[in-house]
């Protein structure tokens, strides 16, 4: 079985911190992705990558950034958490681009930004 | 643009009866493909079922079927036989030739024992 992995299911952060979000997947997955999940406006893309070293901006980049230095690995970044961060975090990972693949996930982590 | 619109917040039903959620979207490209995803209060996100724009016939995977409707862009997912594991959170969401999934706010299913 696929099994994407993130770091933290629960974070509380101070405003101003720099947040690193990890998420690692265990089946050689070309793509990845970061969701943001709030109640009301279901999961919104974040960043996505389609390879190692590569990146490309979702629908909400902004006080966002994304580093995947390896397949495996794909870390979302909170540059300076505000509070208007305080979300769940969804990871996912699919084996390519192609419309018919299935995108796995990770299990969410909470943040919390105080 | 890709859209998806689910307009029910919350839906419930009784345990063993059938119920459906309503899912439409709007592309421009021909082919791209539909999925369902539930979130139990987990929070893992599974895929129920995937349908291929092309495919005329629509998708089921036991208890769990789609009504494809191209021309109207709508979507939706019959759930029969309601079961308490069925509770959840359902998601439905669009993939064209961006490759990254486009999702609805989703609708929460209650289950009534």
């Known amino acids: 079985d696929v099994k994407v992995t993130q770091s933290s299911r629960y974070l509380v952060k101070r405003t101003g911190e720099k947040v690193f979000l990890e998420c690692v997947q265990d089946?050689?997955?070309?793509?990845m992705f970061w969701y943001r999940q709030d109640p009301g406006l279901g999961l919104r893309l974040i960043y996505f990558?389609?390879?190692?070293?590569?990146?490309e901006k979702g629908d909400i980049p902004e006080g966002y950034s994304v580093s995947r230095e390896k397949k495996e690995r794909f870390s979302l970044i909170l540059e300076s958490a505000s509070t208007n961060q305080t979300s769940m975090y969804l990871c996912?990972?699919?084996?390519?681009?192609?419309?018919?693949?299935?995108?796995?996930f990770g299990q969410g982590t909470r943040l919390t930004v105080v | 643009a890709q859209t998806v619109t689910q307009s029910q917040p919350e839906m419930s039903v009784q345990e063993a009866e059938t119920v459906t959620l309503s899912c439409t979207y709007d592309?421009?490209?021909?082919?791209?493909?539909l999925f369902w995803y539930k979130q139990p209060p987990s929070r893992q996100m599974i895929l129920v079922i995937r349908?291929?724009?092309?495919?005329?016939q629509n998708a089921t995977e036991n208890r769990f079927s789609v009504n494809f409707q191209k021309a109207a862009k709508s979507f939706s997912l019959k759930i029969s036989d309601s079961q308490l594991g069925d509770a959840a959170m359902y998601f439905c969401?669009?993939?064209?030739?961006?490759?990254?999934?486009?999702f609805g706010k989703g609708t929460k299913l209650s289950v009534k024992p």
């Open positions: 592309t421009s490209e021909s082919d791209y493909y």
């Open positions: 996912a990972s699919s084996r390519s681009w192609r419309r018919d693949t299935e995108a796995f």
């Open positions: 089946m050689d997955h070309e793509n």
């Open positions: 349908q291929e724009a092309y495919k005329q």
């Open positions: 969401a669009l993939r064209g030739s961006q490759g990254n999934l486009i």
């Open positions: 990558s389609y390879d190692v070293k590569m990146k």
